[in-house]
């Protein structure tokens, strides 16, 4: 299993701290100094986004998703690093900024103006912690459920998400779920081969796509999320999960059915006590 962020950033740290010697060893003082501030934001980053730590609220993006302040400027050399990618990501890309998977249902990347927001004020769900609540979204229905990028929502939290959405659906609302454009792809997962051969980066769309294959599970439009994962693959083939979004799925699948299980058994217990108190009163 790739550490994906944890490593890419991680690596970029690295290279900004060499950076950073070299050009003190050069005997300048002062020029170096936003390289090595840079590259331990980039360390601090790598370590909160480690598998094993996978602490998103980092950022301290906020319920409603606003980026406060302090940590645009504590983490700003991390966050307009993806911001610039994600530009000049999307300059190249001839992919669309949504697509619409299901009647009503949209998955996408970052709404950054109103021609890359589906249509008919749809509610919004915004797997992302490094990118703020979009100005675009600011009037619509809100949900955040922060997520590093290359990492997988918690089981508990896609719950949470699919309630929502599903009560959003109920009130005839259409369904926007979105992360970042992809920061790799196959020119960035080249090119950290050459650095750092056998790295596994994973690239593509996996977080909104993880949340959006529960739902379409639980709107009853697919039997499990392998076939929901088809499903959007056909209409998006862009998408790319990972791993770590796979068991994610698993996890939050088995939950279910065990939620489903139990709700079954205090149903049916319910029908046989009263049935054996119907049964005690007739004789």
Same mark, same amino acid.
């Given at each position: 299993? #790739? ?7 991680? =690596?970029?740290?690295?290279? *900004? !701290?060499?950076? +950073?010697? /070299? ?36 950022? #301290? ?7 406060? =302040?302090?940590?645009?400027? *504590? !983490?700003?050399? +991390?966050? /307009? ?203």
């Amino acid at each position: 299993m #790739g550490l994906g962020i944890s490593r890419l950033i991680g =690596l970029k740290a690295t290279v *900004l !701290f060499l950076a +950073f010697a /070299y050009l003190r060893g050069l005997g300048l003082t002062l020029l170096p100094v936003p390289l090595l501030f840079a590259s331990v934001v980039d360390f601090l980053v790598s370590i909160a986004s480690h598998p094993s730590i996978n602490l998103p609220l980092f950022l #301290g993006k906020s319920t409603d998703g606003i980026l406060p =302040l302090w940590s645009r400027i *504590l !983490f700003g050399p +991390f966050l /307009y690093f993806v911001r610039i990618f994600g530009w000049l990501r999307r300059l190249r890309s001839k992919e669309p900024p949504y697509t619409e998977i299901c009647e009503g249902l949209y998955v996408g990347g970052w709404p950054y103006s109103v021609d890359t927001l589906p249509p008919g004020d749809p509610a919004v769900i915004d797997c992302t912690c490094e990118l703020p609540r979009s100005e675009v979204i600011m009037r619509n229905a809100y949900l955040c459920i922060p997520t590093w990028d290359t990492r997988a929502p918690q089981p508990g939290e896609i719950e949470s998400a699919v309630g929502w959405a599903c009560r959003k659906r109920a009130q005839k609302r259409p369904v926007f779920i979105h992360c970042a454009f992809a920061i790799g792809l196959h020119k960035m997962a080249a090119i950290v081969d050459l650095l750092k051969p056998g790295l596994v980066l994973f690239v593509g769309h996996g977080r909104s796509v993880a949340v959006m294959c529960a739902l379409i599970v639980a709107l009853g439009m697919a039997e499990d999320w392998k076939n929901a994962e088809k499903i959007i693959q056909e209409r998006r083939p862009c998408i790319r999960m990972n791993a770590l979004h796979r068991k994610s799925l698993e996890e939050w699948s088995k939950h279910r059915l065990s939620s489903k299980r139990t709700d079954e058994l205090g149903v049916s217990s319910v029908i046989l006590s009263a049935a054996s108190g119907s049964s005690r009163s007739k004789s």
